[in-house]
């Protein structure tokens, strides 16, 4: 390959590119090679993929820009649009942020209610996964399994907000409104079935041989990688690191809770599809626990001031969303809006270990491998 | 994570921020592999606040790699979590925050180390090609190669070693202010 020398330079920020015939230029996307418009130009001699390179961006709406000039309250609805199907994990973080900032408390009923919606919230959002997942392998039971079943918990967060999807339920001080009369009994009995129904995927999809064969040692990510790369959530604990937020830095009553991390070692697409299945039986434990254990009344909200300021101050707070830890950081000077907010969300910082997994891997095995990262593009372009 | 005994250490609300008496409810443990750091680099480095769980410090840009290589290989801060520009234009300078944790040191899990430094901020910005720069941490912390390059095209800082200083978010014939500017308005507000 010859060196192509610009005649003039470069302005930083565009690149030149050499061309070999012998390397051909795919691009994959922008129009949902998933979900979500995101692009992958990927480079292959013969079947194997030697380059990679992930180009989100196609569905950025500037939600750190929109939360400069909207007030605390108000930036509520469209921080979680992201990831509209985890509404509740994406605001927890920024919820945890505007309580240490303005300082208060929360109610103990509260607390739990929190707990609960941000648990089914995240098996919602693991279903979705999960169904695409099989989509991209040609899988079409897996497709239509998890997207029923999660309509199970789609009623229950309905019954509790209000709204199927989209809910802007958590707020500082709380929660919006209380959670129904016999929510209790319905909830237990849907998580019960819930928990009974996803049990049986292991028959038809993780046990499954060509499952399996298509999806071991494919796209491996060591875990010494892993690390360095700052992956997070279900790939990082898929490569062996035993770390979760909700274990490690427990917020609201997750101490009071018996968590469990699902952790295992081959780091390859199979393991990186499997522990956001296990985390949903783990979900199913905290929602019972939490179920049994919440106060049975009491406050579910602290009023908040009218439009509430901070200091001048700062604060980083994480949680851990569906996709792994989301951390937010809010600067605030003496206003009513944040002075600047920042979201280091899960898929934004796995996505670096795409061009890792995928160079020396075959062209057929990229669906497996990238949607194995547990990526959400809308959420990575924020 | 039992539930009746030991309620490990309260979960930083509201109620240890309260009594502001700076010596005695200094965290001992963050105020330790704080201490480490600062004092390699006496001169050059500021501790902004050490609360508990959350560090900062702050970094002349000109001692930023060597703070990062210190702290990558005396302490276990192994990886960045998230990489923060803040645009500062009372102080003409532009500011970026990096956040690091550990996976591998579990006494170290609940803390977050930022380190922040800044850069000067030109009235003109021409991304690149001003003096709006930075060194990277990517040869410390791999982890930033990402939000390094989001942070160029948002708010124009240039790292330098950065190998890949491509937009990542933005389209590719932008043409306008980096967006995450404050004179950057957004239509209508």
């Known amino acids: 390959m010859t060196e192509v020398i610009p005649t003039k330079q470069m302005p930083p920020g565009l690149q030149v590119e050499n061309v070999d015939d012998r390397i051909m230029t795919l691009n994959v996307g922008p129009q949902h090679p998933g979900s979500g418009h995101m692009r992958i130009i990927v480079k292959i001699d013969g079947d194997y993929i030697v380059d990679a390179d992930p180009d989100p961006g196609y569905v950025h709406r500037g939600e750190e820009k929109m939360a400069e000039s909207r007030n605390y309250i108000t930036n509520i609805p469209h921080l979680e649009r992201p990831v509209i199907h985890d509404s509740c994990n994406i605001l927890y973080p920024y919820v945890l942020g505007v309580e240490d900032l303005v300082g208060i408390e929360v109610p103990e009923r509260a607390k739990y209610v929190r707990v609960i919606a941000a648990e089914l919230n995240r098996c919602i959002y693991i279903q979705y996964w999960l169904a695409i997942y099989g989509i991209f392998l040609g899988h079409s039971t897996m497709f239509m399994w998890p997207a029923g079943d999660r309509e199970l918990f789609i009623d229950l967060m309905e019954k509790i907000t209000g709204a199927r999807v989209t809910h802007a339920y958590f707020i500082p ?71 979760d937020v909700r274990i490690k830095e427990p917020y609201d009553v997750y101490d009071e809770l018996d968590v469990h991390t699902n952790v295992l070692k081959e780091g390859d697409s199979y393991a990186r599809s499997k522990v956001p299945w296990l985390d949903m039986l783990e979900s199913c434990n905290i929602i019972r626990q939490a179920l049994e254990k919440m106060p049975k009344s009491g406050s579910i909200r602290t009023k908040l001031k009218p439009n509430p300021k901070g200091g001048i101050d700062e604060v980083y707070r994480r949680v851990e969303t569906g996709r792994g830890a989301a951390g937010c950081h809010i600067i605030s000077r003496e206003k009513p809006e944040p002075y600047r907010l920042k979201l280091s969300v899960g898929s934004f910082r796995n996505l670096i270990a795409l061009p890792y997994l995928l160079k020396g891997e075959k062209l057929g095995n990229m669906p497996a491998v990238y949607w194995s990262l547990n990526y959400w593009p809308v959420e990575a372009d924020r | 994570m039992s539930t009746t005994e030991t309620k490990v250490p309260p979960k930083h609300t509201k109620k240890e921020t309260v009594p502001e008496k700076t010596e005695d409810t200094t965290p001992a443990f963050e105020k330790s592999f704080v201490d480490q750091i600062v004092n390699q680099f006496s001169d050059d480095i500021e501790i902004e606040y050490i609360k508990e769980n959350r560090t900062k410090l702050k970094v002349k840009k000109e001692k930023i790699v060597d703070v990062a290589k210190f702290i990558k290989d005396n302490t276990p801060f192994d990886h960045a979590e998230s990489v923060t520009g803040v645009d500062f234009p009372d102080d003409k300078e532009i500011g970026v925050t990096y956040h690091l944790g550990s996976y591998t040191d579990p006494d170290y899990s609940k803390q977050v180390l930022a380190l922040a430094t800044r850069a000067p901020r030109e009235e003109t910005p021409n991304p690149g090609n001003d003096s709006t720069k930075l060194p990277s941490l990517r040869n410390m912390f791999y982890s930033v190669e990402f939000h390094e390059r989001e942070i160029f095209e948002m708010l124009g800082v240039y790292f330098d070693g950065h190998p890949d200083n491509r937009r990542l978010l933005l389209p590719e014939d932008w043409a306008d202010l980096p967006p995450l500017r404050k004179d950057f308005k957004n239509k209508g507000r």
């Open chain 1, 173 to 243: 001080g709380g929660v919006r409104n209380d959670i129904p009369a016999n929510f209790e009994d319905v909830c237990l009995r849907q998580v019960n079935y819930f928990e009974k129904r996803i049990k049986e995927y292991a028959d038809i999809f993780y046990d499954n041989p060509i499952l399996k064969a298509r999806t071991e040692d494919a796209g491996v990510l060591s875990r010494e990688d892993a690390i360095r790369l700052g992956t997070t959530g279900s790939v990082l604990r898929a490569s062996g690191v035993d770390y």
